[in-house]
């Protein structure tokens, strides 16, 4: 009776958390939202400026626009393209669109406040561990550093690949930000917490020629929700106390 009246089937369509989550982080990597924020942090006042002022005085959505819709990303045209097929796909996009504005806004009141930038993205590192010897390499490059343990260990060879969200910069001093989709994600990460931080800590060390006191800390950030305000996203994770002098420092953040 469909084939005759001419009705097609439905098609059920799902967007899954992880092209959800590949779809944010290609928005949020991309260079022009990076330098955007760099040039917005650096015009405000954090003393002065409120969060809701964040929001209204920088034209994020225009900004957010170009790059969803002039992007070659396969991890952007995918999501699109799939948004395209469902019945609410203006409403999805939308919110979409919105929770991207509020994650910009929460990472320009960031870099007015630490002077942290964005600089390494989707960091990609092997790491080769024997029992005398790390060896890491830059997925991107091959490139491998091999640091020499100063005794041997009587252990298995171990491999480890992992992905680094993001590697922000000031001076000499690096800070590690992993993306989280929810704040419950964080709250079931406390028992894999610390082997994660030492091996991002471990593969930052090498990869970037740093020494440990370099590294400022490694915290997570939860990929923005509607109906929470910039406030709610500080950091959460690690920092090294060696660096952190102030203690505003992690409550403004």
Do not use: W
């Amino acid at each position: 009776v469909k084939r005759i009246l001419g009705i097609k089937e439905e098609t059920k369509v799902e967007i899954d958390s992880l092209l959800m989550g590949r779809f944010f982080h290609a928005v949020m990597s991309d260079d022009r939202v990076v330098n955007f924020i760099v040039r917005s942090g650096s015009k405000i006042d954090i003393d002065i400026i409120s969060d809701e002022d964040i929001v209204s005085r920088f034209n994020i959505r225009q900004v957010v626009n170009e790059v969803i819709y002039n992007n070659t990303s396969s991890e952007i045209v995918d999501v699109l393209n799939i948004i395209s097929m469902l019945n609410t796909h203006d409403y999805i996009l939308q919110n979409m669109i919105n929770r991207l504005i509020i994650a910009i806004s929460v990472e320009i009141k960031y870099y007015a406040i630490t002077r942290f930038t964005p600089t390494f993205l989707e960091k990609g590192f092997s790491l080769e561990i024997s029992s005398d010897a790390i060896r890491c390499f830059e997925l991107e490059s091959n490139k491998m550093v091999e640091k020499s343990l100063s005794k041997k260990y009587n252990i298995p060879p171990i491999n480890f690949v992992g992905f680094i969200d993001r590697v922000d910069v000031l001076e000499k001093n690096i800070s590690v930000i992993d993306y989280k989709s929810s704040k419950t994600d964080l709250e079931s990460l406390e028992l894999g917490f610390i082997s994660q931080i030492l091996t991002y800590s471990l593969a930052c060390e090498m990869l970037f020629n740093k020494k440990s006191e370099d590294i400022l800390g490694i915290f997570y950030r939860e990929i923005a929700k509607l109906g929470k305000t910039i406030k709610d996203y500080r950091l959460r994770g690690l920092g090294n106390s060696d660096l952190i002098l102030q203690s505003d420092f992690s409550e403004a953040t």
